[in-house]
């Protein structure tokens, strides 16, 4: 609702650019064709021709992030990890996306391309392919900027990761230090101009995840923590799996920067958004061999195994304070920070 | 943004349910889940798991149209018909869908049941399962009501429909008359209290293809008028095609009121969006055949041969006027109707 909208022709869409007509036909061409070119989606078919093997999986991911731009990533970054970081998290090679655009009336031309630009560098990561698309253009007000879809296919390499299969036993392993996509755009939103060196962990997982599937490591779960953090992937993960999981706080790697905005801000590392960390669940004595992988292949030096599956309290996860003491962690509830992807 | 929001807990959607937590897993069951329900939805993964046979046909679509509301239908009607025609028109069977919803903080809670409950009924028609999904909630002001985005994924069972498929001597026939879906939504947006049978054309195609497709009908192209109506589709068809084509205009059906209309705001009725008639190539010998199998299964009455392909005037499309002169009939540009679909 605060851009600063130049609507000289060229330089601003114009809800003629959603027509369906000639004005549409040249942005579809000029942008995202450029960026996104292949084979496929010059096609213009009414949908993509896809030829899929094996088990395929299938995600969604709508992202509404604001302010578009943060440290670390803007929106296009954020919605080609997101949804080919749901792919790898089934163990799924991410091969096509479909990607959707409502677009604000007046929105500027050059952020429009600048966005486009880097989902097609964060694609190129993965070797994922945008494949067909969806260009919505709405009146000025109707929309706040630039809302982006995307949809993915993949092919499951892994097939029996699934948020029903941690055991008594497995190793808790987090790939990197928590809660840093959260705390970026509370930063970003709150306009603070800290001299901080704190950016989103926004990032493509693809390559790490393809590396723990070569090297056979037994994954039992796995997920990314994005909304609602390590707290509702480990929650959900109790209640699905009906087993107890154990976390020591002392073992989850949170950045000094992450810990102070919280400290100023009420809020909890393990509630916060990540875009480019995942929890991971896996027979304990394979976790160190993991957690190598993770280290070398992921740039995730902060990687650690923070805990344990078992069966004292099914349903819930317990965490172990520094002090010796323990208590329940509950999923998320309440507003936390609205529109973080 | 002209909605009148009730915040009432439980009748309104609140920033909290799109917070990733407690609210937010009550929303999606107690809605989403109830309507959509199916076994791979209920599992609960990062990303459902199909498993799909041949080639596979994948598309994307938002919908934002303005008012949510019209005669013949409501946004979630058109977000499953839309995406499943898309699927239909590559003669590709609709298997799953994907849905995400964008919702305005205040929304009301029944407005949106009464939307999900009419996607769930579209689906039916298709035996087509919503798979997978995501929900946003964004603050008020910050978009319009409700977005839905639904992308597809599909079967192909006719592999060579293509918009570059269309051949000298091939006839041209629409599936009823054209407009309606524009019209309806103009109609709505104006007020207008017409003693009106004017209803939108929004339905699922997937069961009339399929019977041409069981009764071997020779497709050579295929594709439901959406934005840009006719006009579009048959100007993309010339261009991709590198043929002429040549359409009567007295043979073209259109319903006394979309003329009406028409006639009043200064529109063409082969501009106008349709969201339920589609547009067919074909050799000339087998038209008359598809046209009474369409008239048989997609109640339309109104389905008509209304030209056919040539070479005296490649990438072009030649309207025949009923008084003997002829024109080109140009791809729509300028604004329209914004917000149709």
């Not at 992202?63 to 998290?89: E, H, R, S, Y």
């Not at 655009?101 to 486009?116: A, N, R």
């Not at 000025?140 to 630039?146: H, Q, R, T």
């Not at 030096?301 to 805990?307: H, L, P, V």
Request: hydrophobic share 40%.
């Amino acid at each position: 609702m605060s851009h600063a909208f130049d609507n000289k022709p060229e330089k601003a869409v114009q809800l003629s650019h959603g027509g369906g007509g000639k004005e549409m036909n040249k942005l579809i061409k000029e942008i995202f064709f450029k960026a996104f070119n292949n084979p496929i989606l010059a096609s213009e078919e009414d949908a993509a021709v896809l030829h899929l093997e094996g088990t395929t999986a299938f995600t969604t991911d709508s992202f509404t992030v604001a302010p578009l731009f943060f440290a670390g990533g803007n929106i296009g970054k954020l919605a080609v990890a997101g949804t080919v970081n749901d792919l790898a998290m089934m163990g799924a090679e991410p091969q096509y996306l479909s990607c959707s655009f409502i677009i604000e009336e007046g929105f500027p031309m050059t952020q429009l391309k600048q966005i486009v630009e880097t989902m097609a560098d964060e694609l190129h990561k993965s070797s994922t392919r945008v494949v067909c698309g969806d260009t919505k253009v709405v009146p000025k007000g109707c929309a706040d900027g630039l809302f982006i879809n995307t949809s993915g296919v993949g092919r499951i390499l892994c097939p029996n990761i699934s948020v029903k299969n941690l055991q008594v036993g497995d190793a808790i392993l987090v790939s990197g230090d928590i809660g840093r996509h959260g705390a970026a755009i509370l930063m970003a939103r709150e306009g603070l101009n800290l001299e901080s060196e704190l950016v989103s962990d926004c990032a493509n997982l693809w390559p790490v995840v393809e590396q723990l599937i070569a090297c056979n490591i037994d994954i039992h779960a796995m997920r990314d923590a994005t909304r609602g953090g390590l707290a509702a992937v480990l929650n959900e993960w109790a209640s699905a799996s009906n087993i107890g999981i154990t976390v020591e706080e002392s073992k989850i790697p949170v950045s000094d920067e992450v810990k102070g905005l919280c400290e100023l801000y009420g809020f909890e590392p393990h509630d916060l958004a990540n875009e480019g960390t995942f929890i991971m669940a896996l027979p304990l004595d394979v976790a160190q061999g993991a957690l190598e992988i993770i280290k070398r292949y992921g740039n995730c030096e902060q990687a650690a195994i923070i805990g344990q599956v078992d069966d004292t309290h099914t349903g819930k996860v317990v965490l172990k304070t520094p002090w010796g003491s323990s208590r329940y962690l509950d999923l998320p509830h309440g507003e936390l920070l609205p529109r973080i992807c």
